[in-house]
């Protein structure tokens, strides 16, 4: 009989981490199902939502009969998570505390847990998302040191894993994933890879996982819940206010309790306006968020951004990106919008400008620019520049049409 693979499977005690679980188990491998715990919260009748998701994930694992741990990393996640996402919201930026909960915690501490401390042949996670690797091939991947000096032996024969959209293209997670470690890829298994989510709910009623079944799908800012956005993140900074400024006319509209209480593209309370306005843009030396009339107005549209140093989930840029510093492929900064076709240039310092085929709306620094090409997720890169609105090219041309001189009449030549 051969070697009986042990693999540690992440349990949120929701249906994706426990289907997930049960086909590792039908696979044949040893499981050991662990709760990760990130954040101390009440939710609004004041119970710990995430004792009750502790407990459907251990019943779970009873159910499946598979060893249950349970692990805190509340700490890691407030130092490493929380505490910069603070930052970004002062710097006037809206982070995305989904893409770096995995990069810090589920695919750093849980994965060094997974296999350090528990001595898994692997991890694995309830995303819908695969990789290039078949199954066998995780349980072969050894340790890889990182580089010990700046540049990589360009002799080292490279064999990356590859992350690939799952089959359920509506519930694809790949985007989540873009900052994960090539580390941490080599050692992951996703379970749901080719099944929906249907297909998914299907397994977990005919398994009896009723309880599960039953719960909500998760939505929004894990530790933040059902509370409203602005009343959670003004309990951890302090109250700024500042004016609502017409993008057009510079008149004040209103004002606010903070530019990190709102998000470019999002409606702006304003009294007395027969139309909603919208967050174009922000001031943080100010104070001033600019705000202008209907949800598509031309000072929300930009079609250039630039990132701070990009993370290929392969470590190198692709190789036609190397050579010519130009490439083409599809991007997205918001889960589940459609992919735009973009051209990407690479600069000396590792970040890259993006240019869009077309102007999108609400383009936010902060945010993630995730790049595809077909199915692969490429990586990404924090948005940290936005190139010009389509109000400000407007404005600027017609300021160069009114600018320019009226052209002379030509002088008649003398008569000889």
Same mark, same amino acid.
């Given at each position: 009989?051969?070697?009986?693979?042990?693999?540690?499977?992440?349990?949120?005690?929701?249906?994706?981490?426990?289907?997930?679980? /049960?086909? /590792?188990?039908?696979?044949?491998?040893?499981?050991?199902?662990?709760?990760?715990? &990130?954040?101390?919260?009440?939710?609004?009748?004041?119970?710990?939502?995430?004792?009750? !998701?502790?407990?459907?994930?251990?019943?779970?694992?009873?159910?499946?009969?598979?060893?249950?741990?349970?692990?805190?990393?509340?700490?890691?996640? $407030?130092?490493?998570?929380?505490?910069?996402?603070?930052?970004?919201?002062?710097?006037?930026?809206?982070?995305?505390? !989904?893409?770096?909960?995995?990069?810090?915690?589920?695919?750093?501490?849980?994965?060094?847990?997974?296999?350090?401390?528990?001595?898994?042949?692997?991890?694995?996670?309830?995303?819908?998302?695969?990789?290039?690797?078949? !199954?066998?091939?995780?349980?072969?991947?050894?340790?890889?040191?990182? #580089?010990?000096?700046?540049?990589?032996?360009?002799?080292?024969?490279?064999?990356?894993?590859?992350?690939?959209?799952?089959?359920?293209?509506?519930?694809?997670?790949?985007?989540?994933?873009?900052?994960?470690?090539?580390?941490?890829?080599?050692?992951?298994?996703?379970?749901?890879?080719?099944?929906?989510?249907?297909?998914?709910?299907?397994?977990?009623?005919?398994?009896?996982?009723?309880?599960?079944?039953?719960?909500?799908?998760?939505?929004?800012?894990?530790?933040?819940?059902?509370?409203?956005?602005?009343?959670?993140?003004?309990?951890?900074?302090?109250?700024?206010?500042?004016?609502?400024?017409?993008?057009?006319?510079?008149?004040?509209?209103?004002?606010?309790?903070? $530019?990190?209480?709102?998000?470019?593209?999002?409606?702006?309370?304003?009294?007395?306006?027969?139309?909603?306005?919208?967050?174009?843009?922000?001031?943080?030396?100010?104070?001033?968020?600019?705000?202008?009339?209907?949800? &598509?107005?031309?000072?929300?549209?930009?079609?250039?951004?630039?990132?701070?140093?990009?993370? $290929?989930?392969?470590?190198?840029? #692709?190789?036609? /990106?190397?050579?010519?510093?130009?490439?083409?492929?599809?991007?997205?900064?918001?889960?589940?919008?459609?992919?735009?076709?973009?051209?990407?240039?690479?600069?000396?310092?590792?970040?890259? $400008?993006?240019?869009?085929?077309?102007?999108?709306?609400?383009?936010?620094?902060?945010?993630?620019?995730?790049?595809?090409?077909?199915?692969?997720?490429?990586?990404?890169?924090?948005?940290?520049?936005?190139?010009?609105?389509?109000?400000?090219?407007?404005?600027?041309?017609?300021?160069?049409?009114?600018?320019?001189?009226?052209?002379?009449?030509?002088?008649?030549?003398?008569?000889?």
């Amino acid at each position: 009989m051969g070697v009986i693979r042990h693999v540690v499977c992440a349990m949120s005690g929701g249906v994706d981490s426990s289907v997930a679980a /049960l086909l /590792l188990k039908k696979r044949g491998y040893s499981v050991t199902g662990v709760f990760m715990k &990130n954040w101390d919260s009440l939710d609004e009748s004041g119970v710990c939502s995430t004792e009750k !998701d502790c407990e459907d994930a251990y019943r779970v694992c009873q159910a499946l009969d598979i060893p249950f741990h349970q692990v805190s990393y509340v700490k890691e996640y $407030w130092h490493e998570v929380f505490s910069k996402l603070l930052k970004e919201y002062e710097r006037g930026r809206t982070p995305n505390p !989904d893409i770096l909960c995995n990069r810090h915690i589920k695919f750093n501490h849980f994965h060094k847990y997974a296999i350090d401390t528990l001595g898994a042949d692997a991890m694995a996670t309830g995303h819908y998302a695969r990789t290039s690797q078949e !199954d066998e091939e995780v349980f072969q991947q050894t340790h890889l040191a990182p #580089p010990t000096t700046l540049f990589r032996d360009r002799f080292e024969i490279r064999n990356p894993v590859r992350l690939y959209k799952g089959a359920d293209l509506l519930k694809d997670q790949t985007f989540f994933l873009c900052q994960i470690s090539q580390e941490a890829l080599r050692h992951t298994t996703f379970p749901l890879a080719g099944l929906t989510k249907d297909f998914v709910k299907k397994i977990a009623a005919e398994a009896g996982f009723h309880h599960v079944l039953k719960k909500k799908e998760s939505m929004g800012i894990c530790f933040i819940g059902e509370r409203n956005f602005e009343n959670f993140i003004l309990e951890y900074l302090e109250p700024k206010p500042g004016n609502l400024v017409s993008i057009e006319d510079g008149a004040v509209m209103g004002t606010h309790k903070g $530019w990190f209480t709102l998000t470019l593209g999002q409606r702006a309370r304003i009294g007395g306006q027969k139309d909603p306005w919208f967050v174009v843009d922000k001031d943080t030396d100010t104070g001033d968020v600019f705000v202008a009339p209907t949800t &598509n107005h031309p000072a929300l549209f930009r079609d250039t951004v630039g990132t701070d140093r990009f993370h $290929w989930l392969t470590i190198d840029p #692709p190789p036609e /990106l190397i050579k010519t510093q130009m490439m083409e492929c599809h991007f997205r900064f918001i889960h589940q919008m459609p992919l735009t076709p973009c051209t990407v240039t690479l600069n000396m310092n590792g970040s890259v $400008w993006i240019t869009l085929s077309q102007p999108i709306r609400a383009l936010t620094p902060g945010q993630f620019a995730v790049l595809y090409k077909g199915d692969e997720c490429l990586g990404s890169g924090k948005i940290v520049q936005l190139g010009p609105s389509e109000y400000t090219l407007q404005r600027g041309r017609e300021r160069l049409v009114t600018a320019a001189p009226h052209e002379e009449q030509p002088t008649p030549e003398p008569a000889s």
